[in-house]
């Protein structure tokens, strides 16, 4: 039954052999594993993945081919699993979707903390308590406008915060180039890529130039073909990103083919007080901002790359993250970056013409300056021409 399984990791370009197929089967026959869809996710990775850079692939793959089938995670001993166990999904009428009240901030980690203390039990399809399928604004599955997502896969892009420890990929930076847009993209890359003075002998030109000045020697010098320009690339993986993981990859590509000095770090939604080079262990290998600050100097171009999708609580808000209570609001960490490096742009995977929908996007365009740009041939021509300034 897994023969199909193994064709569509293969036909996701991921390099899987046969022997490594046949050792999964070998394990699966000694019974490694239990009969759970989890143990056999991670089974199959270990045996069949040899390289962390594919992981992102895998899981694409394994998804695809286990449509329907839930993994379960176990995110907290606080909340019982059963309570989070989907079976109901109502369908609302776009009247009743409007007749729930949004809460404020306050109110809904009030709230929370109230019903923690207060619920026994498992809820489905009610407004109130922690549950699934209903328009209470604890659980998921259902619908509210401004809720905490516990457990279970985010659908309507409402949550303003996330009670679940995630997991993100690496963005791959081997993708290959695929389209016309993004080659020609990476000419511009090049471009803004090299400065120089002149420094390097044009071989050709002297001895054109010495020949047409009857043997007197005439030098001729062109600008040295080498890689100045420093850049700091601060990517948002995960959430809502996930729906631009081949363009930013293939963005991410031709940045380190192009920039001898680049260094990047990754953030989710917003840039807080860490971001982490490896999304693997983000948890445990974080890069504190203000040491980032401190590292490089004024010479380096900031580079932002995210869709700037999330509820404005976590730009504005102390405890805003969907993932952590931060100390401070994004907002603060965005202005700080900006004012250390003075260079700096936002490349927006998100078409424009859905910027102006987002309240999001406004209050970090306003942080920004109005420096954001579309990830497009023209946005990304925009953003090179201000950097190289």
């Not at 695809?64 to 309570?83: N, R, S």
């Not at 390097?200 to 073909?225: C, F, Q, W, Y």
Request: glycine fraction near 8%.
């Amino acid at each position: 039954m897994l023969i199909d399984f193994f064709y569509t990791l293969r036909s996701a370009k991921l390099p899987v052999s046969v022997k490594e197929y046949l050792t999964l089967l070998e394990a699966l026959k000694a019974g490694v594993i239990g009969p759970s869809v989890n143990d056999f996710y991670y089974l199959s990775r270990t045996t069949l993945v040899k390289d962390e850079a594919h992981y992102d692939k895998f899981d694409r793959a394994f998804g695809a081919y286990f449509k329907g089938v839930e993994l379960l995670t176990d995110f907290g001993k606080e909340i019982p699993l059963e309570w989070l166990r989907k079976v109901l999904e109502n369908e609302l009428t776009p009247e009743q979707k409007a007749a729930i009240e949004k809460m404020g901030w306050d109110e809904l980690m009030e709230t929370l903390k109230k019903r923690l203390e207060e619920q026994q039990g498992r809820h489905e399809g009610g407004s109130k308590w922690i549950g699934t399928g209903g328009t209470s604004p604890f659980g998921h599955g259902g619908y509210n406008p401004q809720g905490v997502r516990i457990g279970g896969p985010g659908k309507n892009r409402s949550a303003v915060k996330v009670w679940d420890q995630r997991a993100y990929a690496d963005y791959d930076d081997t993708k290959e180039l695929g389209t016309r847009n993004i080659k020609v993209a990476l000419r511009r890359l090049r471009r803004f890529a090299r400065e120089g003075s002149e420094l390097e002998l044009d071989l050709d030109d002297t001895i054109h130039s010495t020949a047409a000045n009857a043997g007197l020697l005439d030098i001729k010098m062109v600008p040295e073909r080498h890689n100045k320009v420093k850049v700091l690339l601060l990517m948002d993986v995960g959430g809502t990103m996930d729906e631009h993981i081949h363009r930013v990859e293939e963005l991410f590509s031709a940045a380190r083919s192009e920039f001898k000095h680049l260094e990047f770090y990754y953030f989710h939604n917003c840039v807080y007080d860490f971001m982490w080079k490896n999304n693997r262990r983000r948890y445990t290998e974080k890069s504190a901002t203000w040491d980032i600050i401190r590292k490089y100097n004024k010479d380096w171009r900031l580079i932002f790359v995210g869709d700037a999708t999330m509820s404005p609580y976590e730009i504005l808000q102390p405890g805003g993250s969907v993932e952590y209570n931060n100390e401070e609001p994004g907002a603060e960490w965005l202005q700080r970056l900006t004012h250390a490096f003075p260079k700096f742009a936002w490349i927006n995977p998100e078409p424009q013409g859905v910027w102006q929908y987002r309240q999001s996007i406004a209050i970090v365009q306003q942080l920004v300056s109005q420096r954001m740009f579309p990830l497009t041939l023209q946005g990304l021509e925009g953003a090179m021409r201000l950097l190289s300034k």
